[in-house]
């Protein structure tokens, strides 16, 4: 009271600046709210939004873009042609800091979650934005060649309710053992949380029903590659990708898994340029959504990788997880690490992991034709519990 006394306006003038602070304060805290916003206008998720998934999309397209010319500047500091790039430097002065995985890196981000799918080790795949497969009716996913174990076909059954499994194996004979018995031997296999979009965190959905899982996978003894030779004298019967979604009825694949000992390059160069139409420049947009690939280096030069995988990105795919096969390297310790695992996602039109946005007009529109009688054969059947298929 006795400074209020002896400095009244003073005082006055403190309390008025102090009660606007206060006020001021109140209606405008200092630092934004953490709460989702209520503008209808922008979404959290809408297209327009930065958070939305054609931003994700177009913002990974540019961090690719971006590693193309570090590529280019790296061919030319230790090249500078890539005719003159080692796939391994040799162990000797100067000592070149990179190998040939430097070049391909998964700059492409994925634009939902990236799960590794099926057990740990030799055999689980990285897989981007199994969420998007769980409720998807026309689901279509292949797998190529022999699989370490089951146990990514397994989970990825099990995990969606209507995906169609296809696995296409020459050295088999049936179903892999491993499609029923891997639900029994992971903890909590058979168990995922709800899609979000439910609201539902802590429920958890249980789709594992080891009759209903097999019933939706189908299997053929057929060697892939870049050429077809089917006909009756013809072992192992051997077909191209584009012939086989021909005899099954297929227009597109959402999930294309490949494990070829080698034969990736030209099975892969067959499916991009199956006709005089499509070359290295001009490849056509793969009727695929996301395809996991292991890459076999042996006897490889680099300019040849290059070019198949540049004629890849043309086509619309881009890496966005990579995986060194370690297990390869720790039996194989005299020889370069030459096996590596990508996941690609198809950029180039429009799929169920990147929405309808598109980055290049796809010219892959329709189903493939229908090939000439005499080549058809019935499409694939579902299996029984003990892997033998009916007609």
Request: aromatic share 12%; net charge negative.
């Amino acid at each position: 009271m006795l400074f209020f006394r002896r400095y009244p306006r003073f005082t006055l003038l403190l309390s008025f600046l102090l009660t606007a602070s206060l006020l001021l304060l109140l209606t405008h805290p200092p630092f934004p709210s953490l709460q989702p916003s209520s503008d209808p206008a922008r979404p959290l998720n809408s297209p327009t939004s930065s958070q939305g998934l054609a931003a994700r999309v177009l913002r990974a397209e540019r961090a690719y873009q971006k590693m193309l010319l570090g590529r280019d500047a790296l061919i030319a500091k230790v090249g500078p042609t890539p005719h003159n790039v080692a796939l391994f430097p040799p162990d000797r002065e100067p000592w070149p800091p990179y190998t040939v995985w430097d070049f391909f890196p998964p700059a492409f981000f994925c634009p939902h979650e990236l799960e590794r799918v099926g057990e740990l080790g030799d055999g689980g795949k990285w897989l981007c934005g199994l969420s998007q497969l769980q409720e998807k009716e026309d689901c279509v996913v292949y797998s190529v060649g022999p699989p370490a174990d089951a146990s990514f076909e397994a989970e990825l059954l099990a995990r969606t309710r209507h995906c169609q499994l296809f696995i296409f194996d020459h050295t088999a004979s049936a179903l892999p053992r491993g499609l029923s018995t891997h639900a029994t031997s992971s903890a909590g296999f058979d168990e995922f949380y709800a899609p979000l979009d439910t609201l539902n965190y802590d429920n958890k959905l249980d789709y594992w029903d080891s009759r209903h899982t097999l019933q939706r996978a189908h299997f053929k003894p057929y060697r892939i590659a870049g050429f077809d030779a089917h006909g009756a004298g013809d072992t192992p019967k051997t077909y191209t990708l584009e012939a086989l979604m021909r005899q099954n009825g297929h227009s597109h694949i959402d999930v294309l898994k490949i494990d070829l000992e080698g034969w990736e390059f030209d099975t892969l160069k067959t499916f991009l340029m199956p006709g005089p139409e499509y070359t290295d420049e001009r490849p056509r947009v793969p009727p695929v959504s996301q395809m996991l690939l292991e890459l076999h280096l042996w006897n490889r030069e680099f300019s040849d990788l290059l070019n198949w995988w540049s004629t890849l990105e043309r086509a619309g795919l881009r890496a966005v997880a990579r995986e060194p096969n370690l297990v390869y390297q720790n039996y194989n310790r005299m020889q370069g690490a030459e096996l590596a695992e990508y996941t690609f996602l198809n950029v180039a039109g429009p799929n169920v992991f990147i929405s309808d946005e598109v980055l290049v007009p796809s010219p892959f529109t329709a189903p493939l034709p229908a090939p000439p009688p005499e080549a058809s054969e019935p499409p694939l059947m579902p299996a029984h519990e003990d892997g033998e298929h009916v007609r």
